[in-house]
């Protein structure tokens, strides 16, 4: 089913998105439209007050201003089917796939090495972002990543045999505590993403200017610990609209690095890490799960 070519999906969605459309119009269409209308209307009179009062304009907003419901769908679609197609090693996919910045990550597992000490590699769900865990397997023979239940059994099972790897440990939240033991005896990776969680307590944050709640407690705690923490993402370039989906490359890209106790000294780890993906969604809002039920509910 993964290899049929792309405009048996592009006419997939054509036929299918009018009757989600309708389904959804006052549940997840109608979230998506709703959380876009304040993001841009945030976007607008922030950048109205940095023309008044010298503040910082929020670089690299414009395509959310011209951002719809319909993109957001069409480019969550294209994701799922990038992650899929680069989990099952389709080489039409992974030659796509380009690593940015990987100085970074790689600096950081030097760095915590000499102090005998894992690192985080955490992200959004944003792009085909279920590339990225696998992708950290590049970096350490041990990648203990942390996944929360989705769907049912069967489609549970058959998500966790895509995303196998022999460097690769899956863990379910209620883990946690066996999570920490192995990553701190292995020195390896925590790989996790940390905009979405259920049945768990989170960090309050603003985005956009509104409340909202990212899961940020546990690289929080390992980084108290003694853990370093790089933040990274994953989007579909599409610098010229032109090109056929396939040849759009596929960009992981890593973006900064916290040192362990990053917190001693009064800074705000998790602030800081929102600030970040703040901007990573306003550069790529159709790449970004808007349409997720508890976003912008504060859970903490």
Request: charged share 30%; hydrophobic share 35%; glycine share 6%.
């Amino acid at each position: 089913m993964l290899r049929l070519p792309d405009f048996f999906y592009s006419f997939l969605f054509t036929i299918a998105f009018p009757v989600y459309k309708a389904l959804h119009t006052k549940r997840a269409y109608g979230r998506v439209e709703k959380h876009l209308d304040k993001a841009r209307e945030y976007i607008e009179t922030r950048d109205k007050g940095a023309t008044l009062n010298g503040t910082p304009r929020l670089n690299g907003a414009e395509p959310l201003q011209k951002m719809t419901a319909r993109d957001v769908f069409h480019g969550i679609f294209w994701d799922a089917l990038d992650s899929y197609r680069g989990l099952a090693r389709i080489r039409s996919t992974t030659d796509r796939i380009v690593y940015e910045n990987e100085e970074i990550i790689r600096d950081a597992v030097a760095e915590c090495a000499k102090i005998g000490m894992p690192i985080a590699g955490i992200s959004i769900h944003q792009g085909a972002f279920e590339l990225m865990h696998r992708a950290l397997c590049r970096y350490s023979d041990h990648v203990h990543l942390i996944t929360d239940s989705v769907g049912d059994t069967a489609f549970r099972d058959v998500l966790k045999e895509l995303r196998s790897d022999p460097h690769l440990t899956e863990y379910h939240p209620e883990e946690t505590g066996k999570l920490i033991r192995e990553l701190f005896r292995t020195k390896g990776i925590l790989a996790m993403v940390f905009d979405q969680g259920k049945n768990t307590k989170g960090n309050t944050v603003t985005l956009f200017g509104r409340p909202t709640t990212m899961y940020l407690r546990l690289p929080q705690k390992i980084n108290s610990m003694g853990a370093g923490i790089v933040i990274f993402r994953t989007f579909i370039e599409e610098s010229d609209k032109r090109k056929p989906h396939r040849k759009q490359r596929i960009v992981i890209r890593f973006e900064k690095y916290f040192p362990p106790h990053y917190e001693a000294e009064g800074r705000d780890l998790t602030a800081d890490i929102a600030s970040e993906v703040e901007k990573w969604i306003a550069e790529h809002p159709d790449q970004w799960s808007w349409n997720y039920h508890g976003n912008f509910i504060t859970r903490s």
